[in-house]
T-cell receptor
């Protein structure tokens, strides 16, 4: 079936460290892929998205590339800040999923000064 | 454009009671989805409505129900509340097309005592 698998958290990094959060998916066809971020006490916000293979989504210094050959959409940031502390969710929609969204379990990130 | 709004933001109920939560989507969005978020289970899909019809449904008992009105506003109802129903309930709307992202509201925090 359709699914999204994210790396387990929590992740703790020092400020200015490099961040990678792994995400792989299972779906046929050509789904769209998304990263959402949830700050404490808030709903989810779209961070970035990619709608076709080899597309790179980017926003606020975060990047992710849609890799169909490895069915992956890993989130990266070159230098994290304390304000990046949040929970990050990978998601997909479309392709064999139709219109339904599938979310990963979320990865909690804490950045320490 | 106004974002997705949810009311109420906080709710306290006792076991056995029922509750109704409301969601107003972004203007022009006809799809509304509901999610339950708990620390133990993460983000779980409840159901999606599109043009007043339930389009997708998650794996929740029949105590959880929803509906959508002609103006796209949606309500979800939980009857015979259980302690385990305590959660953050998130609503999300999206424009047509599977390429489009969901926009989330801030959520309703339900506590069942």
């Amino acid at each position: 079936g359709n699914s999204v698998t994210q790396m387990e958290g929590p992740v703790t990094l020092s400020e200015e460290a490099f961040l990678t959060i792994n995400c792989t998916y299972t779906a046929t066809g050509y789904p769209s892929l998304f990263w959402y971020v949830q700050y404490p006490g808030e709903g989810l916000q779209l961070l970035l998205k990619a709608t076709k293979a080899d597309d790179k989504g980017s926003n606020k210094g975060f990047e992710a590339t849609y890799r169909k050959e490895t069915t992956s959409f890993h989130l990266e940031k070159g230098s994290v800040q304390v304000s990046d502390s949040a929970v990050y969710f990978c998601a997909l929609s479309g392709g064999s999923t139709g219109n339904q969204f599938y979310f990963g379990t979320g990865t909690s990130l804490t950045v320490i000064p | 454009k106004a974002g997705v709004t949810q009311t109420p933001r906080y709710l306290i109920k006792t076991r056995g009671q029922q509750v109704t939560l409301s969601c107003s989507p972004i203007s022009g969005h006809r799809s509304v989805s509901w999610y339950q978020q708990t620390p133990g289970q993460g983000l779980q899909f409840l159901f999606e409505y599109f043009s007043e019809t339930q389009r997708n449904k998650g794996n929740f008992p029949g105590r959880f129900s929803g509906r959508q009105f002609s103006n796209s506003r949606s309500e979800m109802n939980v009857s015979t509340l259980e302690l385990g129903d305590s959660a953050l309930y998130l609503c999300a709307s999206r424009a047509p097309s599977s390429y489009n992202e969901q926009f989330f509201g801030p959520g309703t925090r339900l506590t069942v005592l």
